[in-house]
């Protein structure tokens, strides 16, 4: 099997600088800054709008096999697969957020579980039972 390579559409910006548990991040706002020769991909996105965000754990560096879910090592171990830990082998995560208002290329959003600086490779509508469009 070959290998692929991934190349970001734009960064997110927020206050949020190390990680954190997802649930304390539901009404923090972040900016995702998105790159210009992609911005007339983000028609028709509207305010209030719950979007999916594909981006890359970029502080990860390793992945497990096994991981103690949410990092509290209480919990006994699990496969990475069966948690959303970033120790993945290709560090890909995914957030559903809301998109709050949209400023030409900057995507404002809350409750997005990813912390300033991070890699964003992709952006879709969020849909319940596998919706298309």
Do not use: W
């Amino acid at each position: 099997m070959k290998g692929c390579t991934f190349y970001p559409i734009g960064v997110v910006h927020s206050p949020v600088k190390d990680p954190v548990h997802p649930d304390l991040l539901k009404d923090v706002e972040a900016k995702i800054e998105i790159k210009p020769f992609y911005e007339l991909g983000l028609d028709d996105l509207r305010e209030g709008q719950e979007i999916i965000i594909v981006f890359r754990f970029h502080r990860s560096s390793s992945f497990h096999f096994h991981v103690h879910p949410k990092g509290d090592l209480a919990r006994p171990l699990k496969g990475v697969f069966a948690t959303c830990s970033p120790r993945r082998p290709n560090f890909l995560g995914v957030s559903r957020c809301v998109l709050k208002r949209k400023e030409g290329c900057c995507l404002h959003v809350s409750g997005l579980d990813a912390i300033d600086g991070t890699p964003v490779l992709d952006i879709k509508p969020f849909a319940l039972y596998g919706g298309r469009g």
